[in-house]
């Protein structure tokens, strides 16, 4: 069974700090994918990465592909307020067409002004 | 396009009670998929199809039925609610093709007692 882990769980800064977030598997990624949640929303895709080694850059946040492709990484710059939500990455495994996701537990960031 | 939709939005039933959650997309997505979310967990894969007529379990499928009799619309079916089944439940279409990002409709809180 293959598992995404991800960290830390929890995030509670001050608005203007950096912060990272991780997603970990022990498996070879073909694609990941990260999104970002609101309360009472669904999930939005905000990057995926396909290459290792890929970084992708969507305004304030970083995202990084490992080079083995078995691990990713979003970092924000001096994050604001409106940051605050839920991020999950989600990983397909394999080169089977079956088309399945798995999702890490999340992190739930919250930026204080 | 309205993207991915879903009703109810909210629900409470007892246990024993059937219902039907609605899922509808307009992007002709061939591949959807329904998940359920709880605390701590993540987004758990429940059924998913890829295509008209072809439906398949993901990761937790028992108490839950699915059909695709159109590329538009895949409902999902609780047999006999359980209190285990509280959660909410997301429905979400891609593109058959990788890396299969995601869209997700606005999901349905469940409540069983």
């Known amino acids: 069974t293959q598992l995404l882990e991800q960290s830390p769980q929890f995030l509670s800064i001050q608005e203007g700090e950096n912060l990272t977030v991780y997603c970990n598997s022990s498996?070879?990624?073909?694609?990941l994918q990260w999104y970002r949640q609101e309360p009472g929303e669904g999930p939005v895709l905000l990057v995926t990465?396909?290459?290792?080694?890929e970084v992708k850059k969507l305004k304030r946040l970083t995202f990084q592909f490992g080079d083995a492709r078995k691990d990713s990484s979003l970092h924000i710059t001096a994050a604001q307020p409106g940051d605050t939500g839920l991020y999950l990455c989600?990983?397909?495994?394999?080169?089977?067409?079956?088309?399945?996701?798995?999702f890490g537990q999340g992190t739930t960031l919250q930026v204080k002004p | 396009n309205a993207g991915v939709t879903q009703t109810p939005k909210f629900q409470v039933l007892k246990t024993g009670q059937s219902m039907t959650l609605q899922c509808a997309q307009d992007?002709?997505?061939?591949?959807m998929s329904w998940y359920r979310q709880d605390p701590g967990m993540g987004l758990r894969l429940i059924h998913y199809?890829?295509?008209?007529?072809?439906?398949d379990q993901g990761e937790v499928p028992n108490g839950y039925n699915v059909s695709r009799s159109t590329t538009e619309d895949f409902p999902l079916r609780l047999l006999s609610a359980a209190p285990s089944q509280t959660s909410v439940y997301f429905c979400?279409?891609?593109?058959?093709?990788?890396?299969?990002?995601?869209?997700f409709g606005p999901g349905t809180r469940l409540t069983v007692t």
């Open positions: 990465v396909v290459t290792g080694g």
């Open positions: 992007m002709n997505h061939e591949y």
């Open positions: 498996s070879v990624f073909s694609s």
């Open positions: 199809s890829v295509g008209a007529g072809i439906t």
């Open positions: 989600a990983g397909a495994f394999g080169s089977s067409n079956t088309g399945k996701l798995i």
């Open positions: 979400a279409s891609s593109p058959y093709r990788g890396p299969y990002e995601q869209y």
